[in-house]
């Protein structure tokens, strides 16, 4: 069986000196390896097929049966790793707290234990659909379920 560990380290391996990191990193049931990959600019395809070709030269296929993919980490998928926080400071995004507290606000800064955010208020005018950001307001990573980045046109 492949060890999670082994794979991680290649992956590292591969990727140190760019500005790309794992995100998330699964071995499952009958060697089913799925790594996903984020980075500071934009993920490609070619990254992601990079990733996968050095995996599997590293790897034996004739003592290890195994089945990859490699992935960039999705949009609209909730941050799994420091990093994303910090690539969408004065971002919008979907924030789903502990206690199920759910809002939308705007990603002011962010450091090892909490993000400080900006709330969005609802226009206070009838049918209005505008929002505007209220005070900064520092919360607890501990506290938070999931944050995303939310997608506007």
Known sequence: MIKKEEILKLVEEFLAGTDRFVVKLSVGKEDKINIYIDGDSAVSIDDCIAVS???ESNLDRDKEDFELSVSSAGIGEPFLHI???????????????????????????????????????????????????????????????????????
């Open 83 to 153: 990093r994303q926080f910090k690539n969408k400071i004065d971002k919008a995004v979907e924030i789903l707290l502990e206690d199920g507290t759910k809002f939308k606000a705007i990603l002011l800064g962010v450091n090892d234990n909490e993000i400080n955010v900006a709330k969005e208020v609802k226009s206070k005018k009838k049918k209005s659909k505008m929002f505007t950001t209220g005070e900064s307001e520092l919360i607890s990573l501990k506290n938070i379920k999931y944050t995303k980045e939310i997608i506007t046109i």
């Open 53 to 55: 070709r050095y995996i």
